[in-house]
């Protein structure tokens, strides 16, 4: 880990952060439904300033959307993106799960999820 990632990392209150370039569809959905929230293209904040899969892991805290947007914002100016990026790059997804058992995290993608919707009958 760079000074750049504990700099990111110690700013934001991020404990872990795992990217990935793209996470399998049943890994995402399993993710969509742990996380804390999740954030996806449909948000225009995702849509613009991010183009991986991103799991962010909160030990001690319960983030904010505001939070997570000022991350990826800080992230997309950031001249040492590139380096963050692959830095913190997630080689095997089994590793993940271990990552986050019983820890708050964020999920974020640059794909659309599925929505549960609710429909009296």
Do not use: C, W
Request: hydrophobic share 40%.
């Amino acid at each position: 880990m760079s000074i750049q990632d504990n700099y990111a990392h110690a700013k934001f209150g991020i404990d872990e952060i795992y990217i990935h370039a793209g996470l399998s569809d049943s890994l995402l959905e399993k993710l969509h439904q742990r996380a804390v929230f999740s954030l996806d293209a449909e948000d225009p904040v995702i849509h613009k300033y991010f183009s991986h899969d991103l799991v962010l892991i909160f030990r001690n805290s319960v983030p904010t959307q505001s939070l997570i947007y000022r991350f990826l914002k800080f992230l997309d100016q950031d001249k040492d993106r590139e380096n963050f990026i692959k830095s913190n790059t997630l080689i095997n997804e089994e590793e993940l799960f271990s990552a986050i058992k019983s820890k708050n995290f964020v999920l974020v993608t640059h794909r659309n999820l599925i929505k549960e919707t609710y429909s009296p009958e």
